[in-house]
T-cell receptor
Framework: DQQVKQNSPSLSVQEGRISILNCDYT??????FLWYKKYPAEGPTFLIS?????DKNEDGRFTVFLNKSAKHLSLHIVPSQPGDSAVYFC???????????FGKGTKLTVNP | DAGVTQSPTHLIKTRGQHVTLRCSPI?????VSWYQQVLGQGPQFIFQ???????GRGNFPDRFSARQFPNYSSELNVNALLLGDSALYLC????????????FGPGTRLTVT
């Protein structure tokens, strides 16, 4: 029973274009949503988060959008750079705890 | 500033053995969480410790246990290893209870043969 789903295992975009990574969730008890980036042989690196009471959060080239009615969030990267090539995990936090529930990840490849 | 450190980096064990994995959090962080990442999956929550007390436990058997020391470092112990325990074990630290921003270490790659 996957509570956080990333339905696209991979995504390929051209340098300079927009990358859009999607995530769906099923549980209304989640109060924060986070995106992590992971390179091989490294631990996940925190990118950006959004509270369940917001619908948008922006940090430089990264913007996360939350649609609570659809239980859907997305990460936009503009412009995409080759260094952004990594596996991106969507994670959701159980309200008031530190337990994170992760999706399976989406491998992003940004081609020069 | 040193990030989260984990030891060892890699480990090979035989079925039935036990293993101890270690984690040192970022200086000033009092909370440590453990995750298991099986190939092709996202990390799965095992435990969270805050101020040396267990504050959360995931859906893992009793063969898995952990503890946190007065200096906030932590150990994860797994007894009676099974082939299915082969995974990357990640440690994450945060400032305190109910922090949402967690910082992960590089992980320990455990292979059970």
């Amino acid at each position: 029973d996957q509570q956080v789903k990333q339905n696209s295992p991979s995504l390929s975009v051209q340098e300079g274009r927009i990358s859009i990574l999607n995530c769906d969730y099923t549980n209304s008890m989640f109060d924060y949503f986070l995106w992590y980036k992971k390179y091989p042989a490294e631990g996940p690196t925190f990118l950006i988060s959004i509270s369940s009471i917001k619908d948008k959060n922006e940090d430089g080239r990264f913007t996360v959008f939350l649609n609570k009615s659809a239980k859907h969030l997305s990460l936009h990267i503009v412009p995409s750079q080759p260094g952004d090539s990594a596996v991106y995990f969507c994670a959701a936090r159980w309200g008031g705890s530190e337990k994170l529930v992760f999706g399976k990840g989406t491998k992003l490849t940004v081609n020069p | 500033d040193a990030g989260v450190t984990q030891s060892p980096t890699h480990l090979i064990k035989t079925r039935g053995q036990h293993v101890t994995l270690r984690c040192s959090p970022i200086s000033g962080h009092k909370s440590v969480s453990w995750y298991q990442q099986v190939l092709g999956q996202g990390p799965q929550f095992i435990f969270q410790y805050y101020e040396k007390e267990e504050r959360g436990r995931g859906n893992f058997p009793d063969r898995f246990s952990a503890r946190q020391f007065p200096n906030y470092s932590s150990e994860l112990n797994v007894n009676a290893l099974l082939l299915g325990d082969s995974a990357l074990y990640l440690c994450a630290s945060s400032l305190g209870h109910s922090s949402y921003e967690q910082y992960f270490g590089p992980g320990t790659r455990l292979t059970v043969t």
